[in-house]
């Protein structure tokens, strides 16, 4: 009975599982870029957040550790220091760190909300919440220091309404030629979201593209770069219709350097973790979109998203590099 209360007590569910392998891929991944940001950096109010940065990560990984291995099973290899050259030239500005903090930590903490909502184990739940806690406090850190960089854009405001209305005709949803109704604020919410995220991909697919050592991952980061661009592009024209402000670009906060601080390997990887948290994001968004043209294009935009991400598996597959996830066999 003993064992058998043991054995229950230290197994994973699938979900369990695939929080914490991928989470420890993530966190793996997370250290080597971490620890080359700090190589680089000069801001002394930006170093305090990448040092957090690194710590919360390598600390995720020593207790992942402990859950994998009570429960038997093989702990990933990820990544490691053959994966990172701290000692290489400057890729990117110090903005250019901060706004990489940004965006990651948004998608740790959406990561944390889902793997709370799946997890039956009450250790590797409160093992998330405290995960959540700790990213929220640095995101706030993150992000009061960025309102004061000089590339930051807030969310758009819109006027207060004078009171309560209802849609009279079903033309806010079909009307796709003409005079289109203004923006509802969700829709300018996940539009402003999306091409800020959008935004991001792309200029790191220029910073990759100049450095990677393969030719087909150089051609696919080449390729990313200018339709993650393009894709951003067509939710600020949306945006500018209403007169709308949209996110600053970032690829001149991208030196010229040649020199890669990461491996082909970790690239493909980051490039892949994106493309997948685009999936998720662009699909959310089409719950609180309200306008066909708006529709239409969240549909393009997945489908090139879709694209990215066949072509990144695949170039991982060919070399080796995609990692496999513990399965039914």
């Not at 989470?23 to 002394?44: H, N, P, R, T, W």
């Not at 960089?149 to 079903?170: D, L, N, R």
């Not at 980061?221 to 592009?233: E, H, R």
């Amino acid at each position: 009975m003993d064992i058998f209360r043991k054995t229950k007590t230290n197994s994973l569910t699938a979900a369990e599982l695939s929080a914490l392998w991928l989470q420890y891929m993530g966190d793996s991944m997370a250290v080597c870029v971490y620890k080359y940001f700090l190589s680089i950096v000069e801001s002394k109010d930006i170093k305090p957040i990448l040092e957090s940065s690194l710590q919360l990560a390598e600390s995720h990984l020593e207790k992942i550790t402990k859950f994998l291995k009570s429960a038997n099973y093989q702990i990933p290899i990820g990544f490691t220091e053959n994966d990172v050259n701290v000692h290489a030239p400057r890729l990117f500005s110090d903005q250019f760190l901060l706004f990489y903090s940004y965006i990651m930590t948004i998608h740790g903490l959406t990561a944390y909300s889902l793997a709370i909502a799946n997890t039956e184990r009450e250790d590797i739940q409160n093992y998330f919440f405290e995960c959540t806690v700790s990213s929220r406090e640095l995101f706030a850190k993150v992000l009061q220091l960025a309102k004061n960089q000089p590339k930051y854009t807030s969310v758009p405001s819109i006027p207060s309404p004078h009171g309560a209305e209802f849609v009279e005709s079903p033309g806010f949803i079909s009307n796709l030629i003409g005079d289109k109704r203004p923006l509802y604020s969700s829709e300018i919410s996940t539009l402003f979201f999306n091409s800020t995220k959008t935004g991001f991909i792309s200029s790191l697919s220029l910073a990759f593209s100049q450095v990677a050592v393969r030719e087909d991952v150089r051609n696919f980061m080449l390729k990313n770069f200018k339709l993650a661009g393009k894709d951003a592009d067509s939710f600020d024209a949306i945006l500018q219709q209403d007169d709308l402000p949209i996110p600053e670009k970032w690829d001149d906060e991208i030196t010229d350097s040649t020199v890669s601080p990461f491996s082909d390997k970790l690239i493909m990887f980051h490039a892949g973790f994106l493309v997948n948290a685009a999936l998720t994001y662009y699909g959310a968004s089409l719950g609180s979109n309200f306008r066909s043209d708006i529709l239409l294009n969240y549909s393009k935009v997945f489908t090139h998203a879709m694209e990215a991400g066949a072509i990144s598996y695949n170039i991982m597959v060919k070399h080796g590099w995609f990692e496999k996830q513990p399965d039914s066999d």
